[in-house]
Every structure is written in structure tokens, then in C-alpha cells.
């Protein structure tokens, strides 16, 4: 066989194996020998297509023998579900939203089939994925960024926010870490000129840019030995509004710790804990806890010390 058409075999088999096969869908040597003559218009023998099923196991790609030939696709049907739920119940504008979801499809295999769309109607940002990017870089290259804040108004436009003489505000901040609350994507940051940590919406950012200034270490923030690492800080703010965090003690019924666990984090602690109840204690800003007692009134309620 000349030389290129032998680069092409090995190259043939893997897109067979990649395009047409699963753990549920495997093929004998046979099988792909008749793909080849006819998808590709390749001969093949028996021997040339084990060696070159032996070659692509030995260069690292996912091709598994039992009892057939596979390709082992990258994510199991739960795994591919989730994502795509994910990404459908985005605020991704749809026209992103629909070209990530065809992408990921496609890593599920030639027999995922993905359940039904679920349509966002929820505000969508345009610069969203740029803007996300551009804080990620940041955060790895510890670099400030400065950006434009927005609102959205009765048009339903995302609006920047504007300075004392009525033009758009440009923040400049140190970004430290971008995290996820209540289904959104907030920056954890500092805005540069002040001393103390506060978050933004990533969806709600327009015009980002990353500076070529280095940001401003998190240890050089005020009571930076008392101040919250910043994986405590979506727990201290589970509503995700400003305020600094104090302690509450909220006596709530057993069986419904978890959704404490699950607003505050397992940094609560839990004090006279009976049969029925326990109180718990939480660090938390208090319009967040005053937002978490009205939703589970029927179950909680706020105790002094």
C-alpha cells in the first residue's frame, strides 16, 4: 500500500470508530474492513487493520476492545444531560447559547440523543462569554481590569451605570476569583480604590479590559487577617448582596438542615440541638439572612444570643 494511502487507513479507522461506535455499539474487524471499501473507498486486510487499531491505542486515543471495537466517548449520557442543562438554563443570548449546545452534542457521541431544549427567557449579555474570559485571565495572570457596570431598565437594555457628571463609570479593580451563586457568575474583586472585598455580576459587566498593572494583593486589604477567603465569601453573601458578614443564630426545625447547609455552607456550626430543632449559627450579611427567614419562616426564625 503507498505511503499516503496508509496515513489515510489509520485515519479512516479512527473516524469510523469515532462516528459510528459506542460501549452500547461495537464492531468486529470485519465490520470495519467493509466501512473502509465502502464510506472510504479503502481495502484493507485483516492484519493492516489490527495494526492500525494497535497504533491508535498506543498514541493515547480512546479506542477499547470488549468483545468489539469502541470508541469511549469522553462523557457518559448523565454527564452530557447535565452540561446541556447547564448551558440551556443559561443567560447566554440564544444564538451562543444554541452553537454551545450543537459543540457539546457532539462530544456525547454519535448515539446521544439529548433531551429537550429548555428555552432562557432570562436577560442575555452579548459580551458575557468575552467578559468571562477576559476576568479568567486575569485572575491567572494577576492583572486589574477595569470595566463598565450595567442595569437594565423598562426597554429591557443593559444600561452602564453613570459617574457625578453623568457619564458611564468606569470601575478599575483587582480581580481575585470568579464564582458561581444562585445559577449567576459573580467576580469577587476590590474595587482598586477602596480596601475591602465586594463582588460584581459577570452578566451585568460591559467592556471589559484586562490592564497591564498588577492587582493589588488580597493580604494588603483592610483586617486582611480576619477578612474572608474568598471561597467563604459566596457563603457569606448567599443572596450575593453588599454588606459585611456577621454571626446570626437561627433556631430551625432537624429536618430541614440541609437547606441551611446548603444557603450558608459547612462552615455553620450548631448549637442546642434537640430531637426537634437546633440552633443554628451562621456568618452571613443580614439582608441575605433576612431573605433566607422569610423563604423558610414556617421552619426557622431568628434567636438572641
Not at 463582588?199 to 460591559?206: C, K
Not at 431573605?291 to 421552619?299: A, I, K, Q, S, T
Amino acid at each position: 500500500m503507498p505511503r499516503e494511502k496508509k496515513k489515510m487507513l489509520i485515519l479512516a479507522i479512527l473516524a469510523i470508530l469515532r462516528d459510528g461506535t459506542d460501549a452500547d455499539h461495537r464492531i468486529r474487524q470485519a465490520e470495519i474492513i467493509t466501512r473502509l471499501q465502502r464510506d472510504h473507498h479503502l481495502s484493507a486486510t485483516r492484519k493492516s487493520v489490527r495494526k492500525n487499531l494497535g497504533d491508535l491505542q498506543e498514541a493515547g486515543y480512546p479506542v477499547v476492545f470488549r468483545k468489539g471495537w469502541y470508541y469511549e466517548h469522553g462523557y457518559t449520557p448523565a454527564e452530557m444531560d447535565y452540561l446541556l442543562d447547564c448551558v440551556s438554563g443559561s443567560a447566554l443570548p440564544e444564538s451562543q447559547r444554541t452553537a454551545l449546545l450543537q459543540k457539546l452534542t457532539k462530544l456525547g457521541g454519535p448515539f446521544y440523543e439529548p433531551g429537550r431544549e429548555i428555552v432562557s427567557y432570562k436577560p442575555a449579555n452579548p459580551q458575557f462569554l468575552y467578559t468571562l474570559d477576559t476576568l479568567h485571565r486575569a485572575v491567572a495572570e494577576g492583572r486589574q481590569v477595569s470595566f463598565k457596570y450595567g442595569n437594565y431598565d423598562v426597554d429591557k437594555q443593559l444600561h452602564p451605570r453613570l459617574n457625578e457628571e453623568g457619564k458611564p463609570k468606569l470601575y478599575k479593580v483587582n480581580p481575585y476569583r470568579v464564582s458561581t451563586a444562585n445559577g449567576r457568575y459573580y467576580l469577587i474583586c476590590n474595587v482598586d480604590k477602596y480596601d475591602e472585598l465586594c463582588h460584581f455580576r459577570v452578566d451585568r459587566i460591559m467592556e471589559c479590559k484586562q490592564l497591564k498593572s498588577a492587582l493589588k494583593p488580597i493580604s494588603k486589604l483592610a483586617n486582611a487577617d480576619e477578612a474572608p477567603l474568598t471561597e467563604q465569601y459566596v457563603d457569606e453573601h448567599p443572596y450575593m448582596y453588599t454588606g459585611k458578614p456577621k454571626k446570626h443564630r437561627i433556631e430551625v426545625r432537624r429536618d430541614h438542615i440541609n437547606d441551611v447547609l446548603d444557603w450558608f455552607g459547612m462552615n455553620v456550626t450548631f448549637e442546642k440541638v434537640t430531637e426537634e430543632s437546633a440552633v443554628a449559627v451562621v456568618v452571613a450579611d443580614s439582608t441575605s439572612v433576612e431573605l433566607w427567614l422569610r423563604r423558610y419562616r414556617e421552619y426557622a426564625k431568628p434567636v438572641e444570643k
